[in-house]
Every structure is written in C-alpha cells, then in structure tokens.
C-alpha cells in the first residue's frame, strides 16, 4: 500500500513526510489527525527555535550578552503574545506550562468566596481546578443550543449569592469543535458582576482571538495546541486579582526583596506583575517558541486559515454523513460552526478497534476515548454502549458504568487536503469490509496480530 502525501496546506509542520511501518509491513505518510491533543511544530518555529538556541542564557538579571540577549527575546514574546490576543493596554502576560497549568495558576488566586461557575461540558483542565483549589463551584448542564447555554448562565447568576463570582468556559470544544458563544455569556456575566476565563486551548489555533472584542477577564492556552512545543503556556488578562494573590509559587524571580528578622523568620517582599506568578528559571524557548506560532499565524492571516478549514470541515462532514453506520456526536447541532475537531462513533464498532485499524493498516493517527472531557462524552453517547471488540472495549471508569468510547479526528493549518480524502476512504473501507487484520489488547493498546485473507487487498 502506498499514499502520496502532496503538502497542500497553508503552513509547513514537521513530520509532514515522515513514513510509518503498516502492519503488513510496507510504510505510508503519516497522516496526523490527532492536532487536538498537539499539534505538530511549525516549520518556521524549528527554524527560529534553532536559529536562537546557540543563543540561549539565563534570563533577568544576568551581566552577560547572552543573558541580555535572552532576556530581551523573553520580553519581547511576552509582547508578541499580547499583541496576537488584542490584550487591553492593562493587562498582563505570564507564561506558564500549558492551559492547565495556566487555570490552576487563576484557581489559586481567586478572591477567597469566589463561586465559579463551568459546564459540565469543558475539557477536565477547566472542570477540575476550581473545586480542587477548595472554592466553591456551579456546574451547568450540558446545552443544547448556544441560546440554551446563554440562559443557563444568565439564571444560575442571578440566583447566586453576592461576592465574586467567575465563568469558566470553553471557545471550541475538544471534543466536537463547536464554536461557543463566547462575548455573549461574557456580556450575561459581567450584568451579574462576574468574571470570565476563556479556556482558548482548542480555539486560538483555529480562530483569531481578541480578548477586547469578547471582552473576557482572562484567557489561557497551551503552546502545543498551537504549533509550538516545548512544554509552555499562557495565562493573559486582569492583573488585579493575580496582583493580590500569593504568588503561584515561592522562589527566585517571584520575590523583589528577601530579608532576615531578628526574630530569625525570613520577611518577603513579592513582585506584582507577570514575575509574580513565574518563579525559578522560566520556559524561555518555550515561550520564544509560543510567540513564533503567533506570528506564523498572524502573517498567514486567520482569515484565509479559517476560509480553508471551513472548507475541509465541510468536505469532512458530507464524506461521513454518507456512511450510514457513523454517528457524528454534537451537541448544538451537526451543522453548528466548529474548527477543525470532530468526534463520532461507528455502529458495530469498539472506537478502540477502529482507530488501532486506521493506524495500523492505513498509517492514519487520531485518538480514541472520552477525550480528558468524560461527563460531555458519556452525554453525548447517551444510552449507547460501546461495541464488543476482538482487542477488549475500554474499562468502564467507576464500578457498574457502562464502557464508552468515541473517536476523534482533529486538523489544522499543516494539513494537507490529502490527508481528509484518505481518512474518509480508510473510514468507508473499514466500514464496508471490515479490518484485514485480527487484532488483541497488549498493555491496553489494540495491537494488529493475524492478517485476514478477505481478497480485499493485498499485505
């Protein structure tokens, strides 16, 4: 078997023509549908990443040219971030590890008796901080309309009691990539004196974002949703609040003075600004590497980046409602907006089974499961089980539930329109024939094993 792989997409990403091994033997180009839990790198950031790295020195406070140097390049990314998010002239940059790291960082410097307000529909990175930080938290339920979700919020406030009060909320959903109605729950929230968090994770790769037009407190993501590697995050918005909190964490760089008392304790004076919350030796290729995908981007134009994946949404989602045995999972709709994410199941099939089958026998990567969102998910799915597979359906996360499981296929700017045409292919093959490989559980992985003789293609 064997796939051109024509780059036709609007930006170059590595690994664009790497070859994988199929389980016959022979080797394919990867086709990288699993941008939703990280993008590959963009060229062009490998290239400014390497250009730098010969260049790399402490940062802040060091004498030395490199030092200077690599300070300046910290810096002016963290000015590169505010300008590719439209920041208001007062808000501030810090750069964290990712989108989880970023919200935790905002859990833990909320006024004390904040109620934060989360759908059960959000990723687990915006779900879980709140209640783990000790505050108290409302959550939605999952709507069924954009107007549903603007109501639910609208009510739950007005029946809040007084104090702060935060929304956190997703832009796209990870796991059907619908486009929320983001300015519009901001503007019922500010009415009721409460703050908002975007978790733009999924939609700054997509979308162009201005936190002034949404008009959001804060908003975090995760460098690698975002063609940058490199471990590195950001938290952007107010600084009051983060201003008025103890600081992330205690260390160097966080603290303006450090003195000791007769009475033997140490007194501490802590920074305000982005150093408060970024103590020890920061990520300072990481956040190099997070500005590069944001001027990559920006020069592309979002415009003509969204026009294109529009186009290929819109090509992927006419190729699966002609399968009859897919279920494309939404919740607003399945012709609502969404970037390049989109989960669904195939009837008759464990997703498990069938997303080990497009790898191994197609060389097509996506991912499988409840997508680090199990309450959207088990919601979407409803009463439907997961099938039986020869490689075992999925472990059921609590005694008694049923096993559920979904497949997700995600893309963006580094794709190539190859890649979508040889997944609905690979989608309608598998769907027809069935697999040409037997496959078993090994480590909890569906693993090809025994070939089939079906006639239906060679190796």
Known sequence: MSVATEICAPLAVLGHDVQVPLASGEKVGYAALDYAASSPALQRVWDDVAAYAPYYGSVHRGAGYLSQLSTDLFEQSRRTVAEFLDLREDDQVVFTRATTDSLNLLAAALPAGTRVFAFETEHHASLLPWAHAGLEVGYLRAPRSRAEAVAALDAALAAAPEGPKLLCVTGASNVTGELWPVAELAETAHRHGARVVLDAAQLAPHHRVSVRELDVDWIAFSGHKIYAPFGAGVLAGRADWLDAAEPYLAGGGATRTVARETDGSVAVEWHTGPARHEAGSPNVIGAYAIASACRALTEA???????????????????????????????????????????????????????????????????????????????????????????????????????????????????????????????????????????????????????????????
């Open 301 to 459: 134009g979002f415009d003509a980046l969204e026009a294109r994946e529009r186009q290929l949404v819109d090509r992927l989602t006419a190729g699966l409602a002609e399968i009859p045995q897919v279920k494309v999972l939404s919740l607003f709709g399945t012709d609502s907006a969404r970037v390049g994410v989109l989960s669904f199941v195939v009837q008759g099939w464990n997703s498990s089974h069938f997303s080990a089958a497009l790898s191994a026998e197609y060389g097509i990567g996506v991912r499988d499961g409840l997508f680090c969102a199990h309450p959207l998910v088990r919601t979407l799915l409803g009463d439907e089980d997961a099938a039986p597979s020869e490689c075992g359906a999925p472990e059921p996360s609590l005694p008694g539930e049923r096993s559920l499981n979904a497949i997700r296929v995600s893309f963006g700017a580094g794709t190539p329109d190859e890649h979508i045409e040889r997944f609905l292919a690979a989608v309608r093959e598998l769907v027809t024939d069935g697999a040409a490989w037997n496959y078993r559980n090994e480590g909890g992985r569906c693993v090809a094993t025994v070939q089939i003789d079906r006639g239906r293609r060679e190796g």
